[in-house]
């Protein structure tokens, strides 16, 4: 495929020009387009380098990626702007290599990372000294183990810019600081280095500890030290800035020697040193040398897996997990220094991170029902929003955005979670899309201490304000107080619903004797009952209660119970917290709630028929646990709790399996 691939370069900045410079080397592919804000810049790029080469000049970055003659695009803009470029050339059917960082933040990158997927591009972090030989010999090394057990990392990459509050580097609004322009670099690849001494392609450090200076103008990081400590007992020690230069080299210390690099962050073509300092030895110098300029390597690598179909580079170039990891621990480091950057804040953060409007995909892969005295289809998975805070929004948007973009649209939220940091990331999000007559929202309270009708009022009008909004689709009392008459609950109930608050009503977390006398009231003076009840519900039987005064529902009785009041369940910890991941196994007790609740003989034997179910279906054991729920004879509308979009998409594949009579009982255990 000499010279076939074609490029496009969207933005017109200094690393663009570098990129064009060295793209004209490569043999794999050729620069087609330049895509900038203005004609006039798309214009004036690389007339001093590509004064005879013929090609299409846009005005707009859009108009690049309709351009038929671009395969590729090589995406320079300010930090803040790569997500949305990236997302955007995916949806354009573009392949991408973007320019590190790939986003502004893990969730950010975790959006991007699912856009590529989606439309089965390739995607590339730039971090282009990955793709140089010196890096391949590095590695070589280590493997040999010539210093022998790695201990200590120490690298820096800073340098002293200009004083100019209105360019990129020192910019809050533009991304800037040099933990994500330059200290990105060594945290890399110092996590390289431990995942290779651990045999694998990258290691995440276990503990992060962090210092640096804000500047008060800036509002970013001018400077800034940080910590990495990983399972393996190796220390990284980094440092990075923009207001003073470093030596920017890095030194690999062992227990029996060390390995000095004095500049592998823009690696050159010809005479890259690796010095090894062994005990007692005389220091051995070795000179690498490369057939190109990094950037023409890079954009080598990146034609290689696209010829090849893949959607990811090659290993020790940047994979998609390897990024995404990198982008956590850089956030930890940030938000330990104390930087946040505007576009993160709730109120600047109106539209997805393409920046239009938030759409359902088609076809969406959701499936539906309907709950009496709720107008609105349900979808029949539930997304538990307990594990989103509005203090960390990027990650509450993206979590909301992708369940809503596959179709979901009903949320399970609670007054007591997390002291209302969940509502109030909800509400925010509803209100930022302007989808609240899109959604439906299900609120609980009245949880114990407080679970009496006046507490339930005050609850539910807190929520209400949280939520911005004026009422809830569904409210579900919390927890039960036997103490209380099942009548002074129905009262207070079919007021809120008589005034609009709430638009139907269930309970979580109560026992089959309550919940039938409940309804017996209601129906005796002609209100309103119960539409629905959340309890435990799950393929592995709960042996003890994760939290006091919860209820299963798993058992035979129950599910005849719901079979002939024909009362809708919307089970929480429907695949039993991770029980039929490889979290779980007889001999792994290092997760004391897992162990607590869920092992048993019989819950290991239901796990290895799921094992056994999922392998013949080509799933995983997880969707085989929450098609069980999908599955029964009885109305179920599953609550999931996914901690990433991963999580989300794969527990959308549950809708797919389908599991017969025969399979259920098997699975039960009940043959």
């Known amino acids: 495929m000499a010279g076939a691939l074609r490029w496009g370069i969207l933005g017109t900045g200094t690393i663009a020009a570098k990129f064009a410079k060295e793209l004209l080397a490569s043999k794999t592919g050729h620069l087609a387009a330049i895509g900038s804000r203005s004609a006039e810049s798309a214009q004036r790029f690389g007339r001093d380098f590509l004064p005879e080469t013929p090609i299409n000049r846009h005005s707009t970055y859009d108009a690049l990626l309709a351009d038929p003659n671009v395969d590729v695009v090589y995406i320079s803009t300010p930090h803040p702007f790569h997500a949305k470029w990236c997302i955007r050339a995916a949806m354009a059917g573009k392949h991408i290599v973007c320019e590190k960082p790939l986003a502004l933040n893990y969730a950010d990158a975790m959006t991007v990372v699912e856009a590529a997927r989606a439309n089965r591009v390739f995607l590339m972090e730039a971090f282009m000294y990955r793709c140089h030989p010196v890096v391949e010999r590095l590695i070589q090394l280590l493997r040999e183990g010539v210093i022998h057990d790695v201990r200590m990392i ?63 103008k800036s509002r970013v990081d001018e400077l800034a030290s940080v910590i990495l400590a990983f399972p393996n007992h ?91 990891e990198n982008m956590k621990t850089l956030d930890r480091w940030r938000r330990l220094v104390g930087v946040t950057y505007d576009d993160e804040k709730p109120e600047n953060r109106l539209t997805p991170p393409h920046g239009g ?61 997390s002291l209302g940091v969940c509502e109030k990331a909800l509400g925010r999000w509803v209100a930022n899309r302007g989808i609240r007559e899109q959604t439906v929202i299900i609120g609980k309270g009245a949880h114990t201490p407080d679970c009496n009708p006046a507490a339930l009022t005050r ?49 979580s977390n109560w026992s089959m004797p309550r919940i039938e006398a409940f309804n017996s009231s209601a129906r005796s003076r002609g209100l309103t009952g119960f539409c629905a009840i959340s309890n435990n519900f799950s393929l592995a039987r709960m042996i003890r209660p994760p939290w006091p005064g919860c ?49 048993s003989p019989d819950n290991f034997r239901r796990r290895d028929k799921a094992c056994e179910l999922a392998r013949k279906l080509g799933v995983t054991p997880i969707i085989i646990a929450l098609a069980y729920v999908l599955s029964q004879p009885f109305a179920t509308f599953p609550m999931i709790g996914p901690a990433t979009i991963a999580e989300t998409r794969e527990s959308c594949n549950a809708l797919k399996i389908k599991l017969t009579a025969d399979q259920l009982h098997g699975l039960n255990l009940e043959r």
């Not at 954009?299 to 090849?308: C, L, S």
């Not at 539930?382 to 949320?411: C, E, W």
């Not at 695949?575 to 779980?584: E, S």
């Open 357 to 417: 409007a938030l759409t359902v995909h088609e076809p969406a892969s959701m499936e539906y029902g309907r709950v009496p005295g709720v107008d609105k289809p349900v979808s029949r998975l539930i997304f538990g929003v307990d594990k989103i805070s509005i203090h960390d929004f990027p990650m509450a948007q993206a979590m909301l955005d992708d369940y809503f973009q596959r179709g979901g649209n009903t949320f399970d939220t609670a007054h007591i979670y």
């Open 154 to 216: 120490h690298a820096n990459f800073g340098f002293q810019c200009a004083v100019n509050y209105e360019h990129r580097l020192l910019n809050n609004a533009l991304g800037g600081g040099g933990i994500l322009d330059v200290g990105c670099y060594p945290v890399s690849l110092a996590r390289l280095i431990a995942g290779v001494a651990a045999g694998k392609d990258f290691l995440d450090p276990v503990h992060v500890a962090a210092a640096g200076f804000v500047g008060e």
């Open 234 to 324: 190796i220390m990284a020690n980094i440092s990075t800035g923009l207001q003073c230069t470093l030596n920017n080299d890095i030194h690999i210390y062992g227990t029996g020697g060390s390995i000095y690099i004095p500049w592998l962050w823009i690696p050159q073509p010809q005479g890259n040193k690796i010095f090894i300092r062994r005990h007692g030895k005389p220091q051995e110098e070795i000179t690498v040398d490369a057939s190109a300029g990094v950037y023409t390597l890079e954009a080598d690598v990146a034609a290689t897996a696209i010829e090849k179909q893949h959607l990811e580079p090659a290993w020790p170039a940047m994979g998609w997990a390897d990024t995404l």
């Open 459 to 507: 609850q539910l009008m807190e929520s209400l304000d949280r939520l911005k909004t004026n009422y809830l689709d569904i409210y579900m009392l919390h927890r039960d107080d036997p103490a209380v008459p099942v009548d002074e609950f129905v009262d207070v109930l079919n007021e809120h619903k008589r005034a609009g608050r709430i638009r139907a009503f269930g309970a």
């Open 551 to 599: 209820v299963s529902s798993s058992d035979i009785e129950w599910r005849d119970f719901l079979m002939s009041n024909e009362i809708i369940l919307m089970p929480w910890s429907s695949q039993a917290r991770g029980f039929f991941t490889d979290r779980a196994a007889p001999e792994k007790t290092a997760d004391a709630d897992l162990v607590r609740c869920w092992y």
